[in-house]
């Protein structure tokens, strides 16, 4: 099929884009990468009146470490997140997520920002985002603000955003001295969207586990942190891993199946971590 | 508020203007504008890959890219790449290892895999072969040909650059 007929505008700043959007109204939408975006669109799901192009801001581009945080700047494309030293160095669960992120000709299009401003329930990046503990930086009308990735996902497709706000970057803190990343996913095809997927981050006595693919948004396993930080062996851990979480199936995969994938996934990162098998189980 | 939008871009070397409206696809404005039929629709929403062009060096969507985002753009086609002969070798190993039947995929494929080789270095796995062609759907060789094909090409151009095997 194809799109439904829209205005397009070019933004070559933030204060242009505000302003358009401005102008053009509530049923505009930000173009970022459209890798997402057009394929709705074809669709047609959505039906904009006009699409405001912010792939060409500079100062929405660049990958940059300030002290102990990482800023991305929403517009840099995945495949210059997959190549960036600082990301390599500094944030590697993101750096061994990218190449999980569709297929090459996708990530050369695809932004960071797009992807984390979507939230689909199923994507890499709002997930490592959600296990790095990151913050948003939005733009708005009314100047910008932070929202913390917790507060960020609300449900399918839906985030903190207001209309008109635009995700301008996304802040996070470079993992303690020592800290260790688990990444791992499962789908039918190298690099479409995930039946279930995990990002792992284990810090000090601390965990974040951080699942996609099974519910309407990324979702930490609060019983599973609590239970890694308890110092439970992994068998244990992985038993707990869907404890209290909403799971939904898909045409992919029916609801328990995610949820086995889920501990199936949470049990061989820890035991890979940990260095920990429980060969009676 | 326009629904239409002057484009200047290089397509295959070329300076091309044209106005558009803005929600025409890349790959519509390619095959239908400009008579370019090489890229195909398969899908449209970015899963099968025959819709495969080159803007500014890097493989792309063309049915996930609007016509407008490549203003001031160099777009490169399976036409071009192959009228300059940059892609001579590989057509030649598709068509003796088989790796093609009825073709639909094709261009999307050679376009991809053009990217892969272009990058150099040690050549390529299988494996690193079939994850690079993993978003380009083949309903008819079951890729193995494919990748014979690309592998070949892979050692031979390294093997040319005095790379090991
Ligand atoms: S037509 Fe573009 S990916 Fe299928
Ligand atoms: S040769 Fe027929 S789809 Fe690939």
Known sequence: ?281 | MSGLITITLRLNGEDVTATVPARESLVDFLRERMGLTGAHVGCAHGVCGACTVRVDGQSVRGCLTLAAQVDGAEVETVEGLSDTGAIADLQEAFHRHNALQCGYCTPGMLVTVAELLDQGGPVPTRAAIREHISGNYCRCTGYQAVVDAVHEVATTRAAQRGEPA
């Open chain 1, 1 to 281: 099929m194809k799109t439904s007929a829209f205005a397009y505008y070019r933004a070559h700043s933030v204060d242009e884009a505000l302003r358009l959007h401005a102008v053009a109204g509530e049923n505009a939408r930000w173009l970022a990468g459209g890798q997402s975006l057009m394929a709705a669109l074809n669709f047609r799901l959505d039906e904009p009146s006009a699409l405001i192009d912010v792939s060409r801001i500079d100062a929405l581009r660049g990958v940059t470490l300030a002290g102990p945080t990482v800023r991305i700047g929403a517009m840099t494309r995945h495949v210059e997140v997959a190549s960036d030293p600082i990301i390599a160095a500094h944030l590697p669960l993101i750096h061994q997520a990218m190449p999980h992120v569709a297929h090459p000709a996708i990530r050369n299009r695809g932004t960071f920002g797009g992807s984390v401003a979507l939230a689909d329930p199923a994507a890499e990046m709002p997930a490592c985002v959600l296990a790095l503990g990151g913050t948003m930086e939005l733009v708005g009308p009314n100047g910008v603000r932070r929202v913390a990735a917790d507060d960020f996902f609300l449900g399918s497709y839906e985030t903190a955003l207001q209309p008109g706000e635009l995700l301008a970057a996304v802040h996070l803190p470079v993992p303690a001295q020592g800290a260790r990343h688990g990444f791992a996913e499962l789908a039918r095809r190298n690099g479409d969207y995930a039946m279930a997927g995990l990002c792992l981050m284990l810090a000090g006595g601390s965990a974040r586990v951080v699942f996609f693919g099974l519910s309407d948004r990324p979702v930490r396993a609060r019983a599973a942190e609590a239970a890694i930080e308890a110092g439970a062996a992994p068998r244990d851990v992985a038993a707990l891993a869907t404890e209290g979480l909403a799971v939904f199936g898909d045409l992919n995969a029916a609801e328990p199946t995610k949820r086995h994938y889920a501990a199936v996934l949470l049990r061989r990162e820890l035991e890979r971590l940990t260095g920990h098998k429980d060969h009676a189980a």
